[in-house]
């Protein structure tokens, strides 16, 4: 079965400070999606990123960075120079693909992490 | 082009009564997919669905719940005898299609409080 551990469950950081917020997966697909959601106070979710596992490159997108290591079946996120509105609840998700079986519509989510940006 | 609707986004029901949550999918979209959010978790699936199609319904419980995605119109989640534990935040999502290869679209979702 799938599984996906975010193991910090509440981070806070004063504004400004680098933040990374951790995600572990465990699959045995060999070709899966995972993907980081925001989740504002608001309480709607926002798609952050989508990554194929076959894809290891990682990716910068502004102050957001995404480390992908297969090799440690890990999913980081890294927030630079953090800002209050960054603060949330950020979810790492993980979805299977048909070619091992699996359904790959449904996605896992770990538990969220709360990010606390303090001004 | 309008995102994923949900309505209401805040419902308050008695133990025993009723709770229906609806879900526009975004336009072009015909899957859809309920998630449940109980408190301090993730997101649970609970359903996928096609038009007039359920697909997959292992993550609703047994009892009480059910889902519909007709023709025409939205797609509908329906708890009956609601109770406690079914405060949550229901979200629903939409794809193009049934793929991971496409991000699921969220709408904001439902918050239920039984009282």
């Known amino acids: 079965a799938q599984k996906v551990t975010q193991a910090q469950t509440e981070i806070s950081v004063v504004e400004k400070e680098d933040v990374t917020l951790d995600c572990v997966y465990e699959?045995?697909?060999?070709?899966?999606?995972l993907f980081w959601y925001k989740q504002p106070p608001s309480g709607e979710l926002v798609f952050l990123i989508r990554?194929?596992?076959?894809?290891?490159q990682n990716e910068i997108s502004g102050r957001y960075s995404w480390n992908f290591q297969k090799s440690t079946s890990s999913f980081n996120f890294t927030i630079t120079a953090s800002q209050v509105v960054d603060s949330a609840v950020y979810f790492c998700?993980?979805?299977?693909?048909?070619?091992?079986?699996?359904?790959?519509?449904?996605?896992?989510f770990g538990k969220g992490t709360l990010l606390t940006v303090n001004p | 082009n309008a995102g994923v609707m949900q309505n209401p986004r805040h419902l308050v029901r008695r133990r025993g009564q009723e709770a229906r949550l609806r879900c526009s999918p975004m336009?072009?979209?015909?899957?859809v997919y309920w998630y449940r959010q109980l408190p301090e978790e993730g997101l649970k699936f609970m359903v996928y669905?096609?038009?007039?199609?359920?697909?997959?319904e292992s993550g609703m419980p047994k009892e009480r719940f059910s889902a519909e995605f007709p023709k025409e119109g939205p797609s509908i989640l329906r708890i009956q005898q609601v109770v406690r534990g079914d405060s949550a935040a229901y979200f629903c999502?939409?794809?193009?299609?049934?793929?991971?290869?496409?991000?699921?679209?969220f709408g904001p979702g439902t918050r239920l409080t039984v009282t």
């Open positions: 699959t045995r697909d060999t070709t899966y999606y």
């Open positions: 990554r194929n596992s076959f894809d290891e």
């Open positions: 336009k072009g979209h015909s899957h």
């Open positions: 998700a993980l979805s299977e693909t048909l070619n091992s079986g699996g359904s790959n519509y449904k996605l896992t």
């Open positions: 669905l096609q038009k007039e199609n359920i697909i997959d």
């Open positions: 999502a939409s794809s193009p299609i049934a793929t991971s290869f496409y991000e699921q679209y």
